[in-house]
């Protein structure tokens, strides 16, 4: 699975997933790193920055664990939204 690209891999995912009653999902990561994880707000100039400081709001956090959290906040959003239309 290493070797995998990432294609191939959401493919298997899913497919195990899908064998053992699972639901997974897609959520669409873009600026995920890049938006506060208190107030929303995008900041697009951060360079190679690992930490991220809010212009907005001041709040400061690791842009891996933000990316992390706003992608688990999407896919409750987007999984709740998804479920009142099925």
Same mark, same amino acid.
């Given at each position: ?34 938006? %506060?994880?208190? #107030? @929303? *707000?995008? $900041?697009?100039?951060?360079? +190679?920055?690992?930490?991220?400081? %809010?212009?907005? #709001? @001041? *709040?400061? $956090?690791?842009?891996?664990? +933000? ?20």
């Amino acid at each position: 699975m290493l070797t995998w690209g990432h294609y191939r891999f959401e493919c298997h995912l899913k497919q195990s997933a899908k064998k053992r009653g699972v639901v997974v999902i897609d959520v669409n990561e873009s600026y995920t790193s890049k938006t %506060c994880t208190k #107030c @929303g *707000h995008k $900041h697009s100039k951060l360079g +190679g920055s690992k930490t991220f400081k %809010c212009p907005n #709001c @001041g *709040h400061e $956090h690791d842009r891996d664990w +933000g990316g992390a959290r706003n992608i688990m906040i999407r896919a409750l959003r987007d999984g709740y939204e998804s479920s009142l239309y099925q």
